[in-house]
């Protein structure tokens, strides 16, 4: 198919509407309106980095930021040893293997908004009344405080992700070669000896894939955070996405929030990016 | 000797991963058993199975979600949006996939660089502008769901392309088929392995969105995640019935996956290591 060829354009035409009205067009009409006063539909001057300055300025922001960070590093690192864990759980030769695949996976086809308000529940009403029962009083008042929020949010995560990271595991796992296992074992490795020098070096591609998934996941998170906590105790555990919903939606703060939403674009990018770069450097080395 | 030790570790396996199987469901089944009680039953404990069953909490979740009219809303937009992201980023990325030039470098890596964006960052013109243009319903967000899904899906198909035989395209030609008959009646059936696989990690994706239908739909046009938000915020103290919608609202979900489990995970796996 040629440039010049009618067919060729004829067959673009419909995706390239599509992503300049609903991305490129949108995200250039943004970046130039976080500059100004713009309220949603008409912007009266030009501001200059105020937005910007503004909101390096805000706490509110900066903790969400920061409280972001943290979720990101905390699940990252969590859900790549659960993913692992798992994978090499249901790669063994049970008979159960299929079925727990499919359990461990299921969590993920529901959405983070449902499956935020159903760990509400348990972290509301099954912690409260199992404190009740063993006298554990740490488990009373799960997200009515920052840290537990914190952690409640990270065990909801962790259970609705770790079987998609299992997966990618498993999909490494089951390319190593079988002869390097069993040559492995004939020279009389352990299963541990066994692990650490020949399953994990050989899945460590995996874990390239894997980790940059997961932070981008973990930076875009926004359901789950919304009917889990909303953000609550005092906004003490609103994460980015939904600091900007709410600057926009709720505050109505339209060029402001949207001058996050550029900060957001940023650091996501920044991720994302790093992420093509290891993995390039990577296949340079296979 | 060796033999006996290796069984014994395969059988304790076993048992820790069932253990942690009902671990990972016991939220679910927490959800239902709770669902199943009065709201009298859930004050005094939420471990224990229901003195009765209480079918009038589903019938009443049911009412209220406007379960029928949710779902309907659900099936609508996610099979519209995964239809024409199927049919518009096959036809893209065979187009990209066959023309070596420098102009379609530079398209397909504009499609592959968009998603770096995350939604927020194009969040509040994108509704401005549609608003502007009258295009805040069903119609605008399924064209919406096209422009934020073409990307992986074009990424996708344009991989597979490599696949089918360039010889293909030749022969076709030459037995006078235009480039559409060509694509259609040979391309398009060659690629169904990752049209499934693009389908499912749309349908994942669109069936669960919340956060632009709740830009874009008013509450009569709502999606089920859509639905749901409204009702949770209308029962906060009564768990009873708020678990009971919880319920019903992932029914379809588990019912798809119990008929596709297997194309479901092998669509996640081939998406994620891609």
Redesign the interface.
Known sequence: ???R?F??WL??T???L??S???????I??LF?SFTDWN??SATQFLGFENYIKLFHENEFMDSIWFTVKFAVVTVILLNIMGLG?AL??T??????N?????????????????G???Q??FI??FG??AN?TGIEGLNGWLSTTNTGFWGLVILTA?QMAG?IM??Y???LENIPKELIEAAKIDGAGSFQRFKTVTFPLVAPAFT?SMF?TLSMA??I??QN??LTNGGPYNSTQM??ME??KT??SDND?AY??AK??I??LI??VI??TQVYYNKKREVDL | MKKNKEKRNLISIEILGLILGLIWIAPFYLMIVNAFKSKRDIFNGVLGLPGSLQFDNFVQAFIDLQFLQSLFNSVMITGLSIAIIILFSSMAGYALARNKSKTSGVIFFIFVAAMLIPFQSVMIPLVSIFGQADMLNGAGLIFMYLGFGCSLSIFLYHGAMSGVSKSLDEAAIIDGANRFQLFWHIVFPLLKPISVTVGILNVIWIWNDYLLPSLVLSEANATIPLKMFFFFGQYTKQWHLALAGLTIAIIPVIIGYFFAQKQIINGVAEGAVK
């Open positions: 198919m040629r440039n060829s067919a060729f067959f673009l419909p995706v390239i599509g992503l009205l609903v991305v490129i067009i949108p995200f009409y943004g309106y949603g539909l798992l759980l249901v063994r030769n049970i008979k159960s293997n079925l727990l695949r499919t359990v461990f996976f299921m969590p993920n086809l529901i959405g983070g908004l449902i499956l308000f159903i760990w529940f348990i009403s099954v009344d199992v029962l259970w998609y997966i990618i498993i999909a490494y894939v998934l930076f875009k926004y359901d919304l009917s980015v996405a900007i919903v926009a939606f339209m929030a949207q939403a550029v957001f674009f996501v990018a994302a990016l």
